[in-house]
Every structure is written in C-alpha cells, then in structure tokens.
C-alpha cells in the first residue's frame, strides 16, 4: 500500500512534451483513472510511475519517500501491459510463478500462492496449458494475475480492457473494481474509454496535449468540468458549448446564443453574478444534452430553434437544434416528439450549465466550492 | 449415389467435360516439360554418372573417355575400400572435431557479443560494423592473413615476445596441435560474427513488453536472460548452430591456403582430402563412390530426423 505523488513531473522526447508538469496527489488504496484521448500523456504518465520511462523533470514520491531514480524493478509496481505481455513460451503455472521465482520465495509458498492466484482468477482449469493457447480474455486474467501475486503495492494497468469484447469487458470492469478492494491497493489505471473511466475510479485525471486538465472525483468531473476540455471530452453525446453574447437588460443578464438579441436566455443567479463577476461581453454556454427542456409556450428562458436530425439511441432520443449560426444536441426521452424541420422552444436546467471562459478555456466560479 | 452429390458440389465453372479437361491438362504437361528436362540433365544425369563411375577403376588417365568406364568395371570395389580406408575415416574424424571445437566456441562468443549488444553497449553503432567485417573477408583471403600472422616470424610471436622472456620463435603451423589450434581460431575469427549476427537479430525480435514486464515482477538481467531471452530464441539457436555445423563440415578455402592440410595431414579436412584425391591423385571413380556414400548417409539421416519432427508435431 502506497501513495503515488507526481511534483511538477515532465517527459520530453528531444522537442516533443509528452508530459508537462504534472502534479498529481494519490491517495493509498485510492483507485485512480487517467483518462483522455491518444496521444495526450497518459501512458507516458504510467510509464514515468512505473519507471519504464526516465523523468526529464519533476520529482515522483511513493509514500513520501522519492522514487524518481529508483530502477523499475525495484519499486515495487505491478504493471499489466496493454498487450498483456504474457511470457507464451511458459504454461500459465510458470507465468504466475515467475515473480515470486525471481524473487527467491520457497517452492511450496511458490505453489501455495500460485493455486490461489489461479483460483481467484478462475484459471485453474488451464493451469497446466500452454499460455499461448488462452484466449484472449484469459490472457487478460493471467497478466493481472501474474502481476498481482508479489502483491505490489501500487498496481498500474494500461489500457487492460481495450482489446477485450464488449460482454467480457463489463464482467472484467467489476471483477477489476472487486481485485481492488480485496488487495486494498492503490492501483492507476490508463484508459480513453470514460465510461471505464467513471464506473471504476475513485478519482480521474483527465489529461490533454501533455498537460492535467482536472483531478476529480467521476461526479465532479462530469458535472462540474474544470474547463471546456473536460466538458466536451466527457460525457456522451457530449456537452453544448455554445458561443454567448452577455446583456445586462433592467438588471437581470442576459445571454446571446442565438446571434439575436431578442430572443436572448434570461440568466439565473448564480450564472448572473458569474457573469458579472467576469464582466467579459463573450463567453461560452455550457449545457448538457439531458439539460434541455421543451416549451410549449415562448418566455424569457427560452430560445427559439429548429429540429435538424432526431437520433433514436437505446431508450433516448438524440435531437440536433440549429438555430442562427449556432448547432447544439439535446437528449430527450424517447416519447418526445419532436421531426426535422420542426420549430421548438427549448428552455435550459441553468443550475446545471455553466459558463467558461472563450480565451482560457476555464470554467467561471464564484469561490472554490462552486 | 455418392456421385451424384458430390457432382452437386462442384462449381460449374470447374465441371469440364471431355475435350476441354483433357486440353488443359496437356497444356498443363506442355508448360511443365522445359523444367522437367533442366532437372533430368542439372539432378539425374550427373547423379547416374556418378553411380556409374563409382562402379569401376575408371581414371582419366587410361586415356579413354567416362563412358568407356564399364571396360574396368568392378562392381563394389570402391565402396569396400572406402570402409576401411584410413585417410578418409581419418579426415572425417578431424572434421568432425573440428566442428565439435570451433563451433561451439563460435556459439559462446556470438551469443555474449549478441547479450552485450541488446543490454547496449558503448559505441554500438561503431562496433556493430567492426565485428562484422571479418565475415565480409574471402575465406581464402582469411586463411592468408592468419597464415602470414602464425609465421615463426610473424606478428604474433612478434606480440607475445612482448611477455616472453627472450624471443618467442614458435613455428605454429609445423606442429600438429597447434596447427589445429591455429586454423580453429581462423574459423572463430571469421565465423563468429555470422553466429552474432543471427543470434543478436534473435535478441531483437523478443517482445519488449515482456522484457519489461519480467523486469518490474523483479528479475534480474540473468533472470531476464536465461529465462525469457534464451528460450525465446532456441529456434533462431537452432538455425545459427546447424548453419554453422553444415558450413563448417565443409570447411575447405581456409584451410588449403593456411595448412594445405598439413602438417602431414593434421589439418586436412573431408572437403581436402577429397580434393586431394580428386586432383593429385585422380582417382575419380574412387571419389564417385564417396560422393555417392556422403549422398545415401545424409538422405537416410534427414529421413530419420524429418519423422522424428513429424512424430514430436503430430503429439
């Protein structure tokens, strides 16, 4: 058990930034997602952890104590590849005995372990094959297995889920949640699927173009994104944001989305003081598909648009609006009616849009809790 | 019954009848005759005029041309002699104890160069085309250099008189051992590389990932070595050492210009004895008969290690 603190960790291949002065906080037995799209990090992030890679900068401290010169092999990290890198010239027995062999455990303890580890894995059936005639998900058991034996205290898995078919994903998603909690491990997790992302961790650290965008919890990072990365990058279909134009008209303000001025959204409060507090003329409207309502009737918190294409996803119904120059996605359940062409006044759940900065990107808040 | 369904399952572009089958298969023979004839002249007439030599006393200095070699015919004389002759059983054994020497020697060296070189070495890129260069050599031209370095005035007692006290003037290549030595460590110098090269472009093709993953579970470079590298790689092992063994067996340029087989025939390979009595001696149909035993041992030899293959395959 150990906590994994990243300070001001950066990875530079010759001009190229893989990694840019990441700060990260891990929390013992925490189980921590990092998410985003290819090439933003991620795995470079690991590897750093891992010590696969050298640090060009920063410091990496696990339980305090500075690890960023320590050979991988002595850090005391298990590490399932994306790939698995299953030793496939070994039975399976001899893959989940390679780590306590090199490390001079006796041979009955070697035994004891390695029939549990098969057991808790459900590999035992095929303990004695070849491991280079598994399937495809048991080779995902196996390196987890292999890799859990010399009980790490700090677990780091790649990408494990990816190559696996979508009924055996969802099982191994649980059984990964429940390997956790039973070695009670910190254990970080790379990933560009949110959805593994939300349903496992503890906390996520979404990361873009080398740089930490958010650390959060799964809750907070969806409704509450740091900035218009995070927005846009979680959720699927993913949040509107949307140029407004802001306007103070007999005290209350105003928002644009339309390009005009009459048919501006009424702010509540707290958008409102956000809005002055920033005092900018252009900001970026934040919403949810699923923060969309349908009006009957015109009104000050509504916008008028039209239906451009209706998406009928699962039980939801994915609706497209257009309206001036301005395209946006709202979900809706299925029993809404709504065709293309169709004119609609579509009204926002304002406690839950946000708005953020068009230049920095950031997200407006009144003070740290908001 | 069974006709008629099975005609069923043929496609109708394949159901040819009569005269256009019986067109193309003639075709088919036509197109194959040009490549049948090269294999009679280039695989069956020399094979048959081989037997056919090595049946009979025939010698081209009688005078009279090979097909007038029945005239002395003498049906397994050649093949008895060659059991128990000396010269031959002798150059075989030397041979074989050659290759039983050098070969391993050659394994050993390519494989630490192979490890030093994966684990990366300083100056890889320099080093990399040095160790390569003495394979680039004409063997002959190999075994002229080493002859000139084992000279009693050489280089080589030139060096060592270095550490001897008084001049070192040893004749290296007048006595029997050493003479064996010295062509030994000819073939290493020059084979070496080859066995490296192989064996270091096995290395490469070991997964990384798996190198890494044996690492953090916490095994040590002998570790990562012996148990995930080497046994990767026994194929490539395989290879590089049978390749070795063949080329070696046949070891002949090198030793002609360095030893000529000498002293007496302490040096004097199968290949030389062969060109010995081929060339000095014209024994041709005694060397017919030779050529023909190597031909039957080496068949009946693949024949056993192919079913032992199939045998290990099919279980």
């Given at each position: 058990?150990?906590?994994?603190?990243?300070?001001?960790?950066?990875?530079?291949?010759?001009?190229?930034?893989?990694?840019?002065?990441?700060?990260?906080?891990?929390?013992?037995?925490?189980?921590?997602?990092?998410?985003?799209?290819?090439g933003?990090?991620?795995?470079?992030?690991?590897?750093?952890?891992?010590?696969?890679?050298?640090?060009?900068?920063?410091?990496?401290?696990?339980?305090?104590?500075?690890?960023?010169?320590?050979?991988?092999?002595?850090?005391?990290?298990?590490?399932?590849?994306?790939?698995?890198?299953?030793?496939?010239?070994?039975?399976?027995?001899?893959?989940?005995?390679?780590?306590?062999?090199?490390?001079?455990?006796?041979?009955?303890?070697?035994?004891?372990?390695?029939?549990?580890?098969?057991?808790?894995?459900?590999?035992?059936?095929?303990?004695?094959?070849?491991?280079?005639?598994?399937?495809?998900?048991?080779?995902?058991?196996?390196?987890?297995?292999r890799?859990?034996?010399?009980?790490?205290?700090?677990?780091?898995?790649?990408?494990?889920?990816?190559?696996?078919?979508?009924?055996?994903?969802?099982?191994?998603?649980?059984?990964?949640?429940?390997?956790?909690?039973?070695?009670?491990?910190?254990?970080?997790?790379?990933?560009?699927?949110?959805?593994?992302?939300?349903?496992?961790?503890?906390?996520?650290?979404?990361?873009?173009?080398?740089?930490?965008?958010?650390?959060?919890?799964?809750?907070?990072?969806?409704?509450?994104?740091?900035?218009?990365?995070?927005?846009?990058?979680?959720?699927?279909?993913?949040?509107?944001?949307?140029?407004?134009?802001?306007?103070?008209?007999?005290?209350?303000?105003?928002?644009?989305?339309?390009?005009?001025?009459?048919?501006?959204?009424a702010?509540?409060?707290?958008?409102s003081?956000?809005a002055?507090?920033?005092?900018?003329?252009a900001?970026?409207?934040?919403?949810?598909?699923?923060?969309?309502?349908?009006?009957?009737?015109?009104?000050?918190?509504?916008?008028?648009a039209?239906?451009?294409?209706?998406?009928?996803?699962?039980r939801?119904?994915?609706?497209?609006?257009?309206?001036?120059?301005?395209?946006?996605?709202?979900?809706?359940?299925?029993?809404?009616?709504?065709?293309?062409?169709?004119?609609?006044?579509?009204?926002?759940?304002?406690?839950?849009?946000?708005?953020?900065?068009?230049?920095?990107?950031?997200?407006?808040?009144?003070?740290?809790?908001? | 019954?069974?006709?008629?369904?099975?005609?069923?399952?043929?496609?109708?572009?394949?159901?040819?009848?009569?005269?256009?089958?019986?067109?193309?298969r003639?075709?088919?023979?036509?197109?194959l005759?040009?490549?049948?004839?090269?294999?009679?002249?280039?695989?069956?007439?020399?094979?048959?005029?081989?037997?056919?030599?090595?049946?009979?006393?025939?010698?081209?200095?009688?005078?009279?041309?090979?097909?007038?070699?029945?005239?002395?015919?003498?049906?397994?004389?050649?093949?008895?002699?060659?059991?128990?002759?000396?010269?031959?059983?002798?150059?075989?054994?030397?041979?074989?104890?050659f290759?039983?020497?050098?070969?391993?020697?050659?394994?050993?060296?390519?494989?630490?160069?192979?490890?030093?070189?994966?684990?990366?070495?300083?100056?890889?890129?320099?080093?990399?085309?040095?160790?390569?260069?003495?394979?680039?050599?004409v063997?002959?031209v190999?075994?002229?250099?080493?002859?000139?370095?084992?000279?009693?005035?050489?280089?080589?007692?030139?060096?060592?008189?270095?550490?001897?006290?008084?001049?070192?003037?040893?004749?290296?290549?007048n006595?029997?051992?050493?003479?064996?030595?010295?062509?030994?460590?000819?073939?290493?110098?020059?084979?070496?590389?080859?066995?490296?090269?192989?064996?270091?472009?096995?290395?490469?093709?070991?997964?990384?990932?798996?190198?890494?993953?044996?690492?953090?579970?916490?095994?040590?470079?002998?570790?990562?070595?012996?148990?995930?590298?080497?046994?990767?790689?026994?194929?490539?092992?395989?290879?590089?050492?049978g390749?070795?063994?063949?080329?070696?067996?046949?070891?002949?340029?090198?030793?002609?210009?360095?030893?000529?087989?000498?002293?007496?025939?302490?040096?004097?390979s199968?290949?030389?004895?062969?060109?010995?009595?081929?060339?000095?001696?014209?024994?041709?149909?005694?060397?017919?008969?030779?050529?023909?035993?190597?031909?039957?041992?080496?068949?009946?030899?693949?024949?056993?290690?192919?079913?032992?293959?199939?045998?290990?395959?099919?279980?």
């Amino acid at each position: 058990m150990a906590s994994v603190t990243l300070e001001d960790t950066s990875k530079t291949f010759g001009d190229f930034t893989a990694v840019r002065n990441m700060n990260l906080a891990i929390k013992d037995a925490e189980f921590v997602a990092i998410l985003g799209p290819s090439g933003c990090g991620k795995s470079t992030t690991m590897n750093m952890i891992a010590g696969i890679e050298d640090v060009s900068g920063g410091t990496i401290r696990f339980d305090g104590a500075d690890v960023t010169n320590v050979p991988m092999q002595n850090r005391g990290v298990g590490f399932v590849f994306q790939n698995y890198a299953i030793f496939t010239h070994m039975s399976v027995r001899k893959n989940l005995a390679f780590g306590l062999e090199v490390q001079g455990v006796q041979q009955g303890e070697i035994n004891r372990r390695v029939e549990e580890m098969a057991e808790f894995m459900a590999l035992t059936h095929r303990i004695d094959a070849p491991s280079g005639s598994l399937s495809v998900n048991e080779l995902q058991k196996l390196a987890i297995g292999r890799s859990a034996i010399v009980e790490p205290s700090i677990f780091l898995l790649d990408e494990p889920l990816s190559n696996l078919d979508a009924a055996f994903r969802e099982r191994m998603r649980s059984d990964l949640r429940q390997l956790q909690r039973s070695l009670n491990q910190t254990m970080i997790y790379v990933t560009h699927d949110q959805i593994e992302a939300m349903g496992l961790a503890d906390r996520i650290a979404v990361m873009d173009q080398a740089t930490l965008q958010q650390f959060d919890t799964p809750e907070n990072i969806y409704s509450r994104p740091e900035n218009t990365f995070v927005a846009g990058f979680i959720g699927a279909p993913s949040m509107n944001l949307v140029r407004a134009r802001i306007a103070e008209r007999d005290g209350a303000m105003f928002a644009d989305l339309a390009g005009r001025e009459a048919d501006a959204v009424a702010l509540d409060d707290r958008l409102s003081s956000q809005a002055r507090t920033h005092g900018g003329a252009a900001l970026t409207f934040g919403f949810r598909p699923e923060h969309l309502r349908i009006s009957d009737q015109p009104d000050a918190g509504t916008l008028a648009a039209q239906v451009v294409l209706v998406e009928l996803v699962g039980r939801r119904k994915l609706v497209h609006f257009s309206t001036g120059q301005t395209r946006f996605v709202g979900s809706f359940d299925r029993t809404v009616s709504l065709r293309p062409g169709e004119a609609a006044n579509v009204s926002f759940d304002l406690g839950k849009c946000h708005l953020f900065d068009p230049n920095t990107g950031l997200r407006l808040r009144l003070g740290e809790d908001d | 019954m069974t006709d008629a369904t099975s005609s069923h399952r043929i496609p109708p572009a394949e159901q040819e009848t009569g005269k256009l089958a019986q067109s193309r298969r003639s075709l088919a023979i036509r197109l194959l005759i040009p490549a049948q004839v090269l294999l009679v002249f280039i695989v069956a007439f020399p094979l048959i005029m081989q037997v056919f030599i090595s049946l009979t006393w025939w010698t081209p200095l009688d005078g009279d041309p090979w097909y007038l070699a029945w005239m002395s015919w003498n049906w397994f004389d050649n093949y008895t002699y060659l059991m128990q002759d000396e010269g031959l059983w002798g150059s075989v054994g030397r041979t074989l104890l050659f290759v039983a020497v050098a070969v391993p020697i050659e394994f050993l060296l390519g494989l630490t160069l192979a490890a030093l070189f994966y684990e990366g070495v300083f100056g890889r890129p320099v080093l990399y085309s040095l160790i390569l260069m003495p394979m680039m050599i004409v063997p002959a031209v190999a075994g002229y250099i080493f002859f000139l370095i084992f000279q009693q005035t050489g280089p080589l007692n030139t060096a060592l008189s270095v550490f001897w006290p008084g001049a070192l003037d040893v004749n290296w290549l007048n006595d029997t051992t050493r003479a064996f030595i010295a062509v030994v460590i000819a073939d290493v110098w020059q084979w070496t590389p080859l066995m490296f090269l192989i064996l270091f472009a096995g290395l490469m093709s070991v997964p990384e990932d798996q190198m890494r993953a044996a690492t953090i579970l916490g095994a040590n470079w002998r570790q990562r070595f012996f148990r995930i590298a080497l046994p990767r790689i026994k194929t490539v092992i395989a290879i590089a050492i049978g390749l070795r063994v063949i080329e070696c067996f046949k070891i002949f340029d090198m030793l002609f210009v360095m030893t000529g087989g000498g002293p007496g025939v302490a040096t004097e390979s199968l290949s030389l004895f062969l060109y010995k009595r081929t060339f000095q001696d014209l024994e041709w149909s005694y060397v017919a008969s030779i050529g023909i035993t190597v031909l039957v041992a080496l068949s009946v030899l693949t024949a056993v290690l192919m079913a032992r293959v199939k045998k290990k395959d099919a279980s």
